[in-house]
């Protein structure tokens, strides 16, 4: 059998009330950081990455990431992608898959140089397609109350989307220049005893040849205009002018 003591069961009901009563000061004198460390995420995202023109990724110091709390995890899926080595040295691998040619003899004794940087280029926007899949399926993971993933959606998109939808639009152009320079160049190889640099051109010995040699430099200067649009197009993207 079972006793209960009346007398004991009031004290004990008492003490349970009081207990429970207690409940909401205790928390706002030990408080439920959450919201302060969500607000200082937010204001950080807001601005210094949103509000500012262009694209910048802030190094977040040691009094920030206590501030966010577990928030700071969040930004680590940001830095994590535009931190990945490959991806810091996107735009030098593009400058230098065209090396300078001041010449059409340029083109021709360098023409190992611009294969593989346009080796070099594909290998790199390949490493970012990867890159930034699993960054977005990280990002998609996120636990986020709709005011934060606002803004941290907006800064993500800044940092991470724009800048990548950027350099996908110019990176194919790149591609083209270098499969018509390549063209162009181990036509004028494989042709060597027909065409010869005179002056800044290349001079054919025979009609035929000589259009062939035409038609493949035109296609290549035909992609000047658009890669010159593009870069102009993602240099306001990273820049803000």
């Known amino acids: 059998m079972i006793a209960f003591n009346r007398r004991g069961a009031g004290i004990s009901f008492g003490l349970a009330a009081l207990a429970l009563l207690a409940c909401p000061f205790l928390l706002a004198a030990c408080g439920d950081v959450e919201p302060e460390q969500r607000k200082a995420f937010m204001a950080f995202l807001q601005t210094r990455v949103v509000d500012r023109p262009g694209v910048?990724?802030?190094?977040?110091?040691?009094?920030?990431?206590?501030?966010?709390?577990?928030?700071?995890?969040?930004?680590?899926?940001?830095?994590?992608?535009?931190?990945n080595s490959q991806l810091m040295a996107m735009n030098k691998t593009m400058n230098?898959?065209?090396?300078?040619?001041?010449?059409?003899?340029?083109?021709?004794?360098?023409?190992?140089?611009?294969?593989?940087?346009?080796?070099?280029?594909?290998?790199?926007?390949?490493?970012?397609?990867?890159?930034?899949?699993?960054?977005?399926?990280?990002?998609?993971?996120?636990?986020?109350?709709?005011?934060?993933?606002?803004?941290?959606?907006?800064?993500?998109?800044?940092?991470?989307?724009?800048?990548?939808?950027?350099?996908?639009e110019t990176t194919p152009i790149a591609l083209d220049i270098i499969d018509a320079a390549l063209k162009l160049a181990d036509y004028m190889v494989a042709h060597s005893d027909k065409v010869k640099i005179v002056g800044t051109s290349p001079q054919a010995t025979d009609r035929k040849t000589q259009e062939e040699v035409n038609a493949l430099a035109n296609a290549l200067n035909a992609n000047a205009p658009r890669m010159n649009e593009a870069q102009r197009r993602l240099r306001i993207l990273l820049q803000g002018s």
Not at 59 to 68: C, G, L, Q, R, W
Not at 100 to 128: C, M, N, P, Y
Request: proline share 4%; charged share 30%; aromatic share 8%.
């Open 56 to 83: 910048h990724v802030p190094v977040a110091n040691d009094e920030d990431i206590k501030s966010f709390g577990p928030y700071a995890a969040h930004y680590k899926v940001i830095t994590d992608f535009v931190g």
């Open 96 to 168: 230098d898959a065209l090396p300078t040619l001041r010449s059409f003899q340029d083109l021709i004794d360098k023409r190992a140089a611009v294969r593989l940087g346009g080796e070099r280029l594909r290998e790199t926007i390949k490493a970012a397609d990867a890159k930034l899949a699993e960054t977005e399926k990280a990002h998609a993971a996120l636990k986020q109350s709709d005011d934060l993933k606002a803004v941290f959606d907006a800064a993500f998109d800044k940092i991470v989307t724009k800048p990548m939808q950027g350099f996908r």
